[in-house]
């Protein structure tokens, strides 16, 4: 089935170390996204990928990095210089500009 | 930059009532979608919908580009339907700004 998939579901991280979230999907889609979602607020973009070797921050970009080397793969990695982190991150993907966006499941991040 | 602003911000209705959620936004947008969040954090796109109205099922939306708002319309509301509604604006190129959303409960 094509989709969105994400990984781990839950990520616990202990202060100062760096994890990464991925973010696969096998709908042939160009432009990929990742959102943070703090409890009872809307969904913030942290960086977004229109093509392969290109992304652009969002407007919480401070303490994650991404890279998209292939078309399908776009991880967030999550940086010690994050100070807050704990959060519910959903990655997205949409075809090409002017086409919707889907959504995967989610991975719930928390500090030890 | 822009801002993107849902009402109500929580609503409760009994099965089989009907409903309309608001999305106001404070300049031209690209486009505009509807998304229902699960209570188990899903996401499911609803309807992308940068002018007009669309309708699915028992749910319909209408965005008015010039006036800068969209309304969501829930009909015969059923406890499935609970969760977080959200208005999400595409602004030049990918950038997606989202609302904080509606908190919709649905009585039995």
């Known amino acids: 089935d094509g989709g969105i998939t994400q990984s781990p579901k839950y990520l616990f991280r202990k202060e100062g170390q760096n994890v990464t979230l991925s973010c696969e999907q096998n709908l042939n889609h160009d432009a990929m996204y990742w959102y943070r979602q703090d409890p009872g607020q809307g969904l913030r973009l942290i960086y977004y990928?229109?093509?392969?070797?290109?992304?652009q921050k969002g407007d919480i970009a401070e303490g994650y990095s991404v890279s998209r080397e292939k078309k399908e793969s776009f991880p967030l990695t999550v940086t010690s210089a994050q100070k807050n982190p704990t959060a519910f991150y959903l990655c997205?993907?949409?075809?090409?500009?002017?086409?919707?966006?889907?959504f995967g499941d989610g991975t719930r991040l928390s500090i030890l | 930059g822009i801002q993107v602003e849902q009402s109500p911000p929580d609503l409760i209705l009994q099965e089989g009532a009907n409903s309309t959620l608001r999305c106001n936004f404070s300049d031209s947008v690209n486009n505009l979608q509807w998304f229902h969040q699960n209570p188990w954090g899903q996401l499911i796109n609803l309807f992308y919908i940068p002018s007009g109205t669309k309708q699915n099922g028992r749910l319909s939306a209408t965005t008015v580009a010039t006036e800068r708002y969209s309304l969501l319309y829930i009909s015969s509301s059923q406890t499935t339907d609970s969760g977080v509604y959200f208005c999400a604006v595409e602004t030049g190129g990918f950038k997606t700004i989202f609302g904080a959303g509606t908190r919709l409960f649905v009585k039995a």
């Open positions: 997205a993907s949409s075809g090409q500009i002017n086409q919707p966006q889907h």
């Open positions: 990928s229109q093509i392969v070797n290109d992304f």
